[in-house]
C-alpha cells in the first residue's frame, strides 16, 4: 500500500513564475491538507481539501490556490512567485471520519527554490 | 487561536546523555490533541505520539517518554540515553477536535547527538 506521494522531489523556478505541486493521498484517504515549511520553521497550514473543495485556509495569500480531483488527488499552486516562497511544501493525506481526530499522514515534500 | 513554543532552538548532547525537548501550548478548547513529530536531514516527518487532552498519563516507549501536564500546559519528550540516530529536529503540534484535523507546530528543535 503506497503511502502519500508528492511530485516532483525539488524543483527551481524564478520569481514571478507559477508553479504546481502534485500529491497522491494515501489509500482510502479522501482528505488532503497542504503545509509550507520554511527553512528553519515549524509546518503551517495552507489549506484542506474535501469533497473537490477548499474547506478550511491558513493565513495565505490568494496567489495560493489548490484543487482536488475526484480522485482524491490534489494540486498547490502558487502563482507570481516570491524569493520567499522558498520552502519545503508537505502534503498530508487523511479520512475525514465522523468525530475526534483524524490521523494525518505525511508525504516527503517537495523542495522549491524561488531564484 | 492557539499557538505551540518550543524555546529551546538548537540542542547539542553527547551521546547516552539523556535530553528533554520542551513543549508549551495555548488553546481556549477543552478538547484538542498534542503531538510529537521527528525530522531527520532527509525532511520527512515522522510521526511519535499523539495525546488527547483528557489523557494525562505519562508514555514512554523504548529510550522514548513524554510528559503532559495541562496544568503547565506542557508536553515534554524526553529521550533516554541518547544515539546519534536521535540527531533531527524534533516538532511539538496541536490540533483541535474540530474535525479538520489540522495541526500548529512549533518551531522545532534540533537536536545534535554527538558520539
Known amino acids: 500500500d503506497a503511502g502519500v506521494t508528492q511530485s516532483p522531489t525539488h524543483l527551481i523556478k524564478t520569481r514571478g513564475q507559477q508553479v504546481t505541486l502534485r500529491c497522491s493521498p494515501k489509500s482510502g484517504h479522501d482528505t488532503v491538507s497542504w503545509y509550507q515549511q520554511a527553512l528553519g520553521q515549524g509546518p503551517q497550514f495552507i489549506f484542506q481539501y474535501y469533497e473537490e473543495e477548499e474547506r478550511q485556509r491558513g493565513n495565505f495569500p490568494d496567489r495560493f490556490s489548490g484543487h482536488q480531483f475526484p480522485n482524491y488527488s490534489s494540486e498547490l499552486n502558487v502563482n507570481a512567485l516570491l524569493l520567499g516562497d522558498s520552502a519545503l511544501y508537505l502534503c498530508a493525506s487523511s479520512y475525514t471520519g465522523t468525530s475526534g481526530y483524524n490521523e494525518q499522514f505525511f508525504g516527503p515534500g517537495t523542495r522549491l527554490t524561488v531564484l | 487561536a492557539q499557538k505551540v513554543t518550543q524555546a529551546q532552538t538548537e540542542i547539542s548532547v553527547v551521546e547516552k546523555e539523556d535530553v528533554t525537548l520542551d513543549c508549551v501550548y495555548e488553546t481556549r478548547d477543552t478538547t484538542y490533541y498534542l503531538f510529537w513529530y521527528k525530522q531527520p536531514p532527509s525532511g520527512e516527518l515522522v510521526f511519535l505520539i499523539r495525546?488527547?487532552?483528557?489523557?494525562?498519563q505519562n508514555e514512554i516507549s523504548g529510550r522514548y517518554s513524554w510528559n503532559f501536564q495541562k496544568s503547565t500546559s506542557s508536553f515534554n519528550f524526553t529521550i533516554t540515553a541518547s544515539q546519534v540516530v536521535d540527531s533531527a529536529v524534533y516538532f511539538c503540534?496541536?490540533?483541535?477536535?474540530?474535525?479538520?484535523?489540522?495541526?500548529?507546530f512549533g518551531k522545532g528543535t534540533m537536536l545534535l547527538v554527538s558520539p
Open positions: 495525546r488527547n487532552s483528557f489523557d494525562e
Open positions: 503540534a496541536l490540533s483541535l477536535n474540530s474535525g479538520y484535523s489540522t495541526l500548529t
